[in-house]
């Protein structure tokens, strides 16, 4: 069957750029003198600066990964890590200034706090513009603010847990977080308060040549349970981006919590993000991931289970187009006994785009009466694209059960057949069918953002089916 | 006494997963290697030529450079197979290691010529208890509507090293079953690679190990398809008990141009300590659309529940057990014809798990 093959189409409201104002832009490069700097811009205590130059040093003295997508195209020497945009942080949309705000109206992000959000940040390159929160939840003490703020008024929390869940040694580009890390989120959701309504985190990254490496910091207390949902996007220029995001999450015993991400950066943008999250006892962290955007995306969320009877689920979904390379999947730790881990990965290529599901799920010795599951499936649109699945497993314990199963195929031409027999077009049939792929997906996401998500996927259908 | 690092995967994930290869440390590789006498070939006839010149052996992947050297420079047996007989009759060649042939460096050659139909059993055997070292390098061709069945059994001790390369290269409408029975080797390291290059090429990998005391078993299987409609199955079942570690390594590579091809991958693991460890690496790789591609792996204990059946019936634990992985294991042993064959394999098995 012949294919219409079009260019790729414009991303309507994530493409929109900005005029590249800003208030200041750290000199390109990553120099210890450079890394002082973002620490003095920020009027960091010396504990935050120490941890930054360490970091570098780690950095300095780690390799590039030898596995996974080529990186060679990244040169921190083009990249500009901290870009302070023309706005201090506000509490009002109001004061936000014009054009931030516009770009953000356009994204939804108002609307979405007006409806459906217990609370909202908004960051816009290497800075939180707006933050705010429903005020009873701050009278039940809960902690929405963004980091730099948190630095300066819970200094104990933040240090006890900065760096702690990942280490900066986990790999070069965390190394490069936890230097130059500017922005993000620190929540604190109090021992047994359940938030009914998400929390969201927006970021938003507009200067070209630059970096955002905004940190999230979150700790569920005993009992607590929290739906926290991020989105990311930026405007596509011809030189690389570089997203280098930290997310650690505590979820203590007892407590839940959901970590939403619909991630849509601009197709010049390297994603090495990481994140990872320890569950205390009776725990559990449920991921859910939509992955569109990038040139290249890194991304393996981890779940280390250190509690007895600790749960986790991922369910995550790549979308792969031209010239898009996504290395994603996901990672989880049986560290004590009766722990529990059941992923459900997908992935669609098309017009030339990579997918890769990569994994590790890792049983230990402790972890009795443990059990896992893994399914993955990858869909195939065109024979120009490419999709590989390299999980790995690794058992120590005999009394747990363990299973693993991958699939991948095209959309079978039966199923089209029959769609089209009752009255659809081929190109409806197929993204019926794309849409019913990753509805797994799309309905553990609260429905606004289930919306968005299918909307992403009918502009990345435009011009791959025919 | 030598540090090697064997059996790359085709494409490498992160280092800190432990299973892009295998390091050995303290491996004595023989220099000078004298003939290896104690073997026997049941069928001897035009089918078989025993080569001395040595001809250069290349392998898209095999172990490592080193070992492929070993094998192309100073090989004590080699052998090469053309099998042109289109009624299918058994060869089989079998090496016994004894206190006067502890080495093995061989190269096994076989061309099963258009249309013909064959099965070759290949055999290591330790018929005294010495410390033996194995290194060989079996390689076949299945030319066009040829169906060959190839059976690889290693029934080597604990104390020995086994480091095997196979490739396998299937043309158009052919066929190679292929069984490995893993028993032995302190180290037991396997590189299987088939190049599925015809249009309807079928291959079969069938494989059990059963790994005790420290053992360590390392497979690195990888099937490229090329061939449109080409098939490969591969099916690994296995059991580790005591300290015995394994790594296993599947890759099924959808080549482009391979349409309608189909895949399918299958491996368990039984563990009957929890000291035991079992890693694996089971890849799907797809570059090629119309095709159809399925992995699953598996592990954990014996199903209580059956185990549970089987000793209401009057079967004391252990032989309960045997009884389950056995036939674990028969579901892949039933395809072997050779009935003595397949005692001898199940009461190892019985053997071994004892």
Known sequence: ?466 | MSSLKLNETPVRTSRNFNINNIKLDNISVPKCLKEFKNVNISECSSKIQIENTINKIDLKYGLDAELLNQVNESSNYRASITIDSKVNKDIAIEFNFDNSNTTLVEAIDIVASEATKSTIVIRYNEKQDVEAYHNGVIRAVAKSNSNVNIIVVNMMNEKSNNFLSIENVIEDNAKINFYIVDFGGKNSITNYYANIKGKNADNKLNTIYLGKDNQLLDLNYIAELYGEKSNIDIEVQGTLKDNAKKHFKGTIDFKKGCKKATGNENENCILLSDTARSIALPMLLCSEEDVEGNHSSSAGRVAEKELFYIMTRGFNYKDAMKLMIRAKFNKILEQIKDENLRNEILERIDKRID
Not at chain 1, 102 to 107: A, V
Not at chain 1, 204 to 231: C, K, M, W, Y
């Open chain 1, 1 to 466: 069957m012949a294919k219409t093959q079009l260019e790729e189409i414009d991303r309507n409201i994530y493409d929109i750029k900005n005029k590249d104002e800003y208030d200041y832009k750290i000199k390109k490069g990553l120099t210890k003198e450079i890394v002082e700097e973002i620490s003095r811009q920020k009027h960091e205590p010396d504990w935050m600066k120490e941890i930054r130059l360490k970091a570098l040093e780690t950095y300095n003295n780690l390799e590039m990964p030898t596995w996974g997508p080529d990186l060679s195209e990244l040169n921190m020497d083009e990249i500009a890590t901290y870009v302070k945009p023309k706005s201090k942080l506000n509490n009002s949309w109001d004061d936000v200034p014009d054009d931030i705000k516009n770009t953000f109206d356009k994204l939804g992000i108002p609307e979405a706090e007006k409806t459906s959000l217990a609370g909202v940040g908004a960051q816009y390159d290497s800075e939180v513009v707006y933050h705010s929160m429903k005020d009873e939840l701050l009278k039940q003490g809960v902690i929405y603010t963004d980091m730099e703020t948190a630095v300066r008024e819970y200094p104990e929390m933040v240090k006890e847990h900065f760096m702690k869940c990942v280490p900066i040694s986990d790999h070069k580009f965390v190394a490069l977080h936890a230097a130059v890390w500017s922005g993000g989120s620190f929540v604190y959701v109090p021992k047994g308060v359940k938030l009914e309504m998400p929390l969201q985190s927006y970021f938003r990254l507009n200067s070209p040549e630059s970096g955002q490496f905004e940190h999230t910091l979150i700790i569920v207390d005993e009992g607590a349970s929290l739906h926290f949902i991020e989105g990311c996007s930026a405007p596509k220029y011809n030189k690389v981006n570089l997203h280098a995001g930290c997310v650690e999450l505590y979820v203590r015993d007892n407590a839940y919590l959901r970590y939403s991400t619909i991630e849509n950066w601009s197709k010049n943008m390297l994603n090495l993000n990481t994140k990872k999250a320890i569950c205390g006892k009776n725990a559990q962290v449920d991921w859910v991931s939509g992955s569109f955007g990038s040139k290249i995306s890194m991304l393996y969320p981890m779940s280390i289970l250190n509690g007895e009877g600790a749960k986790t689920e991922f369910t995550g979904i790549s979308f792969a187009g031209k010239e898009q390379n996504l290395d994603n999947g996901f990672k989880a730790v049986h560290n004590a006994p009766n722990t529990s881990s059941v992923v459900n990965a997908k992935s669609i290529s098309k017009n030339g785009g990579k997918c890769t599901y990569r994994s590790s799920i890792k049983i230990m010795e402790n972890a009795e009466g443990s059990k896992s599951s893994v399914s993955c499936e990858s869909l195939m649109l065109d024979d120009i694209s490419i999709s590989d699945t390299i999980p790995t497993n690794e058992i120590r314990n005999d009394n747990i059960q363990f299973s693993h199963e991958a699939k991948i195929g095209k959309i079978s031409d039966k199923t089209i057949f029959y769609l089209m027999s009752r009255g659809l077009s081929e190109e409806d049939a197929k993204a019926m069918i794309v849409r019913g792929f990753a509805y797994p997906i799309s309905k553990e996401l609260p429905v606004e953002y289930a919306v968005e998500m299918n909307n992403l996927i009918n502009l990345e259908l435009e011009g791959a089916i025919g």
